[in-house]
């Protein structure tokens, strides 16, 4: 058998997300900037790299498979990919095949989502009015992405909202996202925004609104039941007793969740960054396209940079300034 992925820490690395494209049909203020320069073609890996990338991860002992971005489904005939995919899935070596989308293609693609195997899928979602709604995601429109909704559940995806909690912003609609997703029996996740890319005209401190806080408002009109149940990611689950939904919480300032990491990221061009909030970066496309008959140096760099897995990220806002913050946006690395 191939050795498995095993960080410096003891952790086995068994869930990949991959980039498969920078651009986006939104401009989401905590993501993007307003006018982004994307990478020119050549720079990507074509949909037959990204295929052999993540197969190779899949050999390698990668269980969970999310496909992020950007927007990924406005990549050019994705759906070709994750019929690839499909493969791993068939064969019992790739457990779940996902995606987290905006949800504005999701009428187009989610009866070809399913067929290709995905089962569910999480649509970033942080505000029900329309005028908010424009605002944080600058070019986006909210009935779209309600129809996206829609159709993914007439196709029979489970969906799961995740909603970046935003001072100021959306605080007002705690219970509102809540109610929207009991009514449809969608789970929810709220995120702690973080400290990415250049904040220019964004005041990451002014927007942070801690997941304590949220909760213990939550709390006020609900019994929050914890949860042990985890999905593969850092969020932590309670069910609400009265709804019977789970409310996730992805905390990486309130409460680290570095101590049961088991995943990485790939870009679009083939970085793979072992930490989302470190600098820490390694080059898959070289060895990809250097070897294409190969993939034994592919699978060296993957082993090689796995090894310099750091035991977590360095966020914080405890001293009211953004300290850990990276400089990459996060459309760079991925969702």
């Not at 493969?87 to 989308?101: I, V, Y």
């Not at 689950?237 to 088991?262: D, R, W």
């Amino acid at each position: 058998m191939t050795a498995p992925l095993i960080d410096p820490f003891a952790r086995a690395i068994t869930y990949l997300r991959v980039s498969v494209t920078d651009r986006c049909d939104f401009r989401c203020v905590y993501c993007m900037a307003e006018n982004m320069t994307f990478l020119p073609k050549k720079e990507l890996l074509t949909l037959e790299e990204l295929d052999r990338l993540c197969s190779t991860f899949v050999g390698l002992g990668v269980e969970k498979l999310r496909i992020t971005g950007g927007e990924p489904l406005v990549r050019r005939d994705i759906m070709t990919f994750f019929h690839g995919m499909s493969r791993h899935l068939d064969s019992g070596a790739l457990k779940e095949l996902t995606l987290t989308t905006n949800g504005s293609q999701l009428e187009r693609f989610a009866k070809a989502l399913h067929a290709a195997g995905v089962r569910r899928v999480n649509v970033s979602l942080d505000t029900l009015d329309e005028d908010k709604f424009a605002r944080v995601t600058r070019w986006g429109r909210l009935p779209q992405v309600l129809r996206g909704l829609d159709a993914a559940q007439a196709a029979g995806l489970q969906v799961k909202l995740n909603a970046v909690a935003l001072k100021g912003f959306n605080e007002d609609e705690l219970f509102t996202l809540a109610e929207f997703c009991a009514e449809r029996g969608m789970d929810l996740t709220w995120i702690e925004v973080m400290p990415m890319g250049d904040l220019g005209n964004e005041d990451r401190i002014g927007q942070y609104w801690s997941l304590r806080d949220l909760r213990a408002q939550l709390a006020e009109r609900y019994t929050l039941i914890d949860l042990a149940e985890r999905t593969g990611g850092p969020a932590r689950y309670v069910q609400v007793q009265e709804t019977g939904q789970k409310i996730g919480f992805i905390t990486p300032l309130t409460h680290n969740f570095c101590e049961s990491c088991n995943r990485v990221r790939v870009t679009c061009t083939g970085e793979i960054y072992m930490c989302l909030g470190q600098e820490d970066v390694a080059d898959l496309r070289a060895p990809l396209r250097a070897h294409p008959g190969d993939d034994g140096p592919l699978e060296d760099a993957i082993r090689a940079a796995i090894a310099m897995k750091p035991k977590g990220h360095d966020f914080d806002y405890s001293r009211q300034r953004a300290d850990g913050q990276v400089t990459r946006h996060m459309s760079h690395t991925g969702g």
